[in-house]
């Protein structure tokens, strides 16, 4: 039997590792100690040892950073770095971060809360931290130039102000913005209401992740920081799937999302099996007046959206951005559409003098889900994840919401796949198949053209199975 604090005692702690040997201790003997941390698996919550209580929030792939109680001020320590960050097993990515990962950890607060946050700049070249969407004094809110001096390389800042309104928020550089962001500098923070609030209903699961972007040509390491839209891997939490961990929860469980979106597009969030409100933006929660059920909530660039659901639905359900080539990986060429194409002759011809020619996507691009192609090194497929029955044929912005009847309550570790009951799941038709009944227009085009295009004779090829290659 283990219980939620000891789970955090056993598994959060052991990637947890303090880097004070690598920074002169003299130079921080009055600063809290960073803390670093090593893996990019879901950490489970940081329940909090001290200050006021709060239910603590579960980052997708992350964790939140402890603090140090000084005299009533809660103290962290952030540290702008490099950082090598798993995208997905088989691929590494070299990125900017916070405390050894991308993005850097949450930061959880109660309303009220005086902050004081020390920010070590180990990268090659100035930054700042802007804290995205919240109520500070003009001099902490992190534009260097505008509002600072940029911290330099080598030196420390520290920011200090109260947390005046509980939300969703974010925090990142204002400084060389677009390769610090490209890089993957950005990270979540949680003001927690102080009490209860009647707008932010008490919930049993609390996750949290950011949405990000960055363009990381297959086979290299580091993102293209110029590129202005045109990426080509679509995370959450500087992952994508099928490294993205699931979102286990109870059956009966009300549960909230918050999601920030730090790329450069919008992301329509979609939730299967489930309806949810939003019941929190950029402003804070929302008037319980303004809010309706959807199943999908578009999340703009530089906003927070949380939404709130009761899980009642057993089962594995996916939960993902619309924008379809959101959920795929790097192409590593531009593929032109070949459904419905015949080359059968032609391949032929290619492949006396090509042995190892492949046509691709003549039936669709499924066929790419399941196909063992070979990737340069440190590349993800551009479709991929197995699920039990059979190739998921995603990538990027997906992951699945797992909703189960025996998770024990504060239990955040993947129960597996759903087994679902017998005779609830779709099957093959196999008895006669009768001729289609076709409906044939009376009207036709309201404001006919008056002149007709030559006839075009089209021939429709018909999938027959998967023989015939
Ligand atoms: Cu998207």
Redesign the pocket.
């Known amino acids: 039997m283990t219980s939620r604090r000891d789970f955090f005692r056993n598994a959060g702690v052991a990637g947890v590792a303090l880097a004070a040997a690598s920074v002169g201790r003299a130079a921080l003997a009055a600063l809290p100690e960073p803390v670093i941390m090593d893996k990019a698996a879901t950490q489970p919550p940081l329940v909090p040892p001290s200050g006021r209580p709060y239910n603590p929030v579960v980052t997708l792939n992350g964790w939140t950073l402890p603090w140090r109680m000084a005299n009533g001020v809660k103290e962290f320590h952030l540290v702008a770095e490099p950082v090598v960050r798993e995208i997905a097993p088989g691929m590494k990515a070299h990125l900017w971060g916070y405390n050894g990962q991308s993005p850097g950890p949450t930061i959880e607060v109660v309303e009220g809360d005086r902050v004081r946050i020390f920010v070590t700049n180990r990268l090659p070249e100035h930054t700042t931290i802007h804290w995205h969407g919240q109520r500070i004094p003009n001099g902490m809110d992190g534009v260097g130039g505008l509002n600072q001096p940029q911290i330099p390389v080598g030196k420390t800042f520290v920011y200090e102000f109260v947390a005046r309104r509980p939300g969703t928020f974010m925090y990142h550089p204002h400084a060389d913005e677009m390769t610090q962001m490209a890089m993957g500098m950005m990270g979540f923070w949680v003001t927690h209401p102080k009490g209860r609030h009647p707008l932010i209903d008490p919930v049993d699961r609390d996750f949290c992740f950011l949405?990000n972007a960055f363009d990381i040509d297959p086979g290299s390491y580091t993102p293209k920081v110029n590129t202005m839209l045109d990426f080509n891997l679509?995370m959450w939490n500087s992952r994508a799937f099928p490294g993205i961990d699931s979102l286990n929860v109870r059956l009966g469980d009300k549960v909230r999302i918050r999601m920030g979106n730090l790329?450069m597009?919008?992301?329509?969030?979609h939730l299967h099996g489930h309806e949810f409100l939003v019941t929190g933006t950029d402003g804070g929660p929302t008037p319980k007046s303004t809010r309706w059920y959807e199943v999908t909530t578009d999340v703009a660039v530089g906003q927070m959206r949380q939404i709130e659901l009761l899980a009642d639905e057993e089962g594995d359900w996916a939960f993902h951005?619309?924008?379809s080539h959101?959920t795929m990986n790097a192409m590593g060429h531009d593929v032109p559409t070949m459904i419905g194409v015949d080359h059968r002759k032609l391949v032929t011809q290619i492949t006396d003098l090509v042995p190892d020619y492949m046509v691709m996507g003549e039936r669709g691009m499924a066929d790419m889900g399941e196909m063992e192609m070979p990737l340069p090194d440190n590349t993800l497929p551009m479709m991929t994840g197995t699920g039990p029955y059979g190739a998921v044929e995603m990538g990027?912005?997906f992951t699945v919401f797992k909703v189960r009847r025996d998770q024990k309550p504060g239990d955040y570790r993947d129960p597996g796949w759903y087994k679902q009951p017998a005779g609830t799941q779709a099957y093959e038709w196999t008895g006669p198949l009768a001729q289609p009944a076709r409906f044939r227009s009376e009207g036709g085009q309201s404001m006919p053209a008056s002149r007709q295009g030559p006839e075009m004779e089209m021939k429709v090829r018909k999938p027959t199975g998967h023989s015939g290659h």
């Open positions: 949405l679509w790329t597009t919008n992301h329509p969030i951005c619309h924008k959101h990027g912005m």
